[in-house]
T-cell receptor
Framework: GESVGLHLPTLSVQEGDNSIINCAYS??????FIWYKQESGKGPQFIID?????DKRQGQRVTVLLNKTVKHLSLQIAATQPGDSAVYFC????????????FGPGTRLSVLP | GAVVSQHPSWVICKSGTSVKIECRSL??????MFWYRQFPKQSLMLMAT?????????EQGVEKDKFLINHASLTLSTLTVTSAHPEDSSFYIC?????????FGPGTRLLVL
């Protein structure tokens, strides 16, 4: 798989508000999706995942929504905190072996005090 | 959870020198590892797939003689940037599949002067 290098869009959110980060994926046959968080100078970290047989999954302060009709994925962060400031990537898995990921372009989340 | 380490985390080198980056899976075995490059404000771009005991698979546009990959054991893959030039300055990240997800290393920042 490969990702496309693009300049990152930025989302600015007031501390305490909810954040919604969106991602469009490419392959209607993709079965598994993951959101990663990447802080400055660090590698991506797993946040939450969802399978194509679900349309919603909740974690601690995060919710992922999957709309297969329009091939859209979103990450919702409740009560956004300064520590949430990072770049968020969605990734779709194109095979069943966990070895063929395609990353979205990423969104930079900035939390304003 | 599974941990992937990278060494070094930071490297500065002169133009024309070669730099080796190590990627280790610390508590699991990985027959496959992935190498990514990330330029500022851009998404991760897959460079190559490292296969234990066989040749690496390179993405289109990535020079295999420039970016040498060796996957000599089930826990170690190395990426050598040969004859590095300033345009090779980037953030290099490896990952290894564990189950259905990917575990990412912390990344190596390379600055070529």
């Amino acid at each position: 798989g490969e990702s496309v290098g693009l300049h990152l869009p930025t989302l600015s959110v007031q501390e305490g508000d909810n954040s919604i980060i969106n991602c469009a994926y490419s392959n209607s046959a993709s079965d598994y999706f993951i959101w990663y968080k990447q802080e400055s100078g660090k590698g991506p970290q797993f946040i939450i995942d969802i399978r194509s047989n679900m349309d919603k999954r909740q974690g601690q302060r995060v919710t992922v929504l999957l709309n297969k009709t329009v091939k859209h994925l979103s990450l919702q962060i409740a009560a956004t905190q300064p520590g949430d400031s990072a770049v968020y990537f969605c990734a779709e898995m194109l095979d069943n072996y966990g070895q063929n990921f395609v990353f979205g372009p990423g969104t930079r989340l900035s939390v304003l005090p | 959870g599974a941990v992937v380490s990278q060494h070094p985390s930071w490297v500065i080198c002169k133009s024309g020198t070669s730099v080796k980056i190590e990627c280790r899976s610390l508590d699991f075995q990985a027959t496959t590892m992935f190498w990514y490059r990330q330029f500022p404000k851009q998404s991760l771009m897959l460079m190559a797939t490292s296969n234990e005991g066989s040749k690496a698979t390179y993405e289109q546009g990535v020079e295999k003689d420039k970016f040498l990959i060796n996957h000599a054991s089930l826990t170690l893959s190395t990426l050598t940037v040969t004859s590095a030039h300033p345009e090779d300055s980037s953030f290099y990240i490896c990952s290894a599949p564990g189950g259905e997800t990917q575990y990412f290393g912390p990344g190596t920042r390379l600055l070529v002067l």
